[in-house]
């Protein structure tokens, strides 16, 4: 099964990043990304509260 996006309740890093692009996640939503220094150009970032 493949997924368009994740949701989850914890700060994304780099590696972490790494990993849900590895995995072909298009969407990821998160409360905050931080010490990101490569955005793959498959994913969006979408931040919340």
Do not use: C, K
């Amino acid at each position: 099964m493949d997924l368009e996006g994740a949701v989850i309740d914890q700060e994304v890093n780099q590696q972490l990043l790494d990993q849900f692009s590895i995995h072909g996640i298009r969407y990821l939503a998160a409360p905050s990304f931080t010490g990101i220094v490569r955005l793959p150009a498959t994913i969006r970032l979408i931040p919340f509260r």
